[in-house]
């Protein structure tokens, strides 16, 4: 365990604490690609490099950005009056420290059981690219369907209603 | 602590973080938010378990993770596409008043 994993832990759980903690929602997105580049930077600590940079042209080219126009287009960024948090926040808080216990204690209690530290696998693209055309190849053409009619379906959701479709 | 312990606790912290915001954010938009850094917890799992484990040359964890992020950005985008279509018919995407088919 390296100072440097150290920083890019507390960076990551900062960005995550303030992503779902501060008022105003265009804060809350900017925080989030706090989070998702130390997510990215675990990755690139944990030797996949692939991972890693696909992380930072998804998350925070793609899904930060959506995220904010989503923000832009229903204009939620200023604070309503009622609060941000919801009525039963207080039992959404004591489930996600009740989860947050029962992992950390199944992690701590299973930590002397897990493999220790391994000489770092050299993993270059060519042999990702080769291992989705090849083995993988059937996920794939699924996961491209699934992409596909994701984007029709959220053009259809969101598309605007013709004013006698209804 | 092994570093694989290191990570496997960061994961479970990340998670818990999106869940609290998911369960207590008024906002439809944050709680996708909280949904997708509890999606981000699985990803970091599955590298984790990838590098550290018996067989890294075999890319199982690594295929798995990349596998996941498309799924995670397709769920994205389906997701902010419901709000913006509650949102035209409510003007609001507060989750307090969405409570029409409440019985």
């Not at chain 1, 008022?23 to 675990?42: D, E, K, P, Q, Y």
């Not at chain 2, 985008?77 to 029409?100: E, F, Y």
Request: aromatic share 8%; proline share 3%; with cysteine.
């Amino acid at each position: 365990m390296s100072l440097a994993f150290y920083l890019i832990v507390a960076l990551t759980v900062a960005g995550a604490v303030a992503a779902v903690t501060l008022r105003n929602t265009v804060h809350c997105a900017l925080a989030l690609s706090v989070a998702f580049a130390g997510i990215a930077l675990l990755f690139l600590e944990l030797d996949a490099q692939f991972a890693g940079f696909a992380q930072i042209l998804i998350y925070i080219g793609a899904v930060a950005i959506l995220i904010v126009f989503a923000i832009m287009l229903t204009r939620s960024s200023d604070t309503p009056a009622t609060g941000v948090f919801s009525k039963s926040w207080l039992a959404g808080l004591a489930i996600a420290a009740a989860v947050f216990a029962v992992l950390g204690w199944a992690v701590l209690r299973t930590a002397p059981m897990l493999p220790h530290d391994s000489a770092a696998p050299v993993v270059t693209v060519q042999q990702i690219g080769a291992a989705l055309m090849g083995r993988y190849v059937l996920p794939l053409e699924i996961v491209a369907l699934l992409l596909t009619a994701a984007l029709i379906g959220a053009v259809i959701v969101a598309m605007h209603e013709k004013a006698g479709a209804k | 602590m092994t570093p694989l312990a290191g990570y496997l606790l960061v994961a479970a912290l990340l998670f818990a973080i999106g869940l609290a915001g998911a369960l207590t954010r008024r906002n439809a938009i944050l709680v996708l938010i909280g949904i997708e850094l509890m999606l981000n917890a699985a990803n970091l799992n599955l590298i984790a378990f990838w590098r550290y484990g018996p067989h890294p040359e075999a890319l199982t964890g690594m295929m798995f993770a990349i596998f996941s992020i498309a799924v995670a950005a397709a769920e994205a985008a389906v997701g902010l596409g419901l709000v913006i279509s509650i949102h035209r018919h409510t003007r609001s995407t507060d989750l307090d008043s969405m409570n029409r088919m409440k019985g």
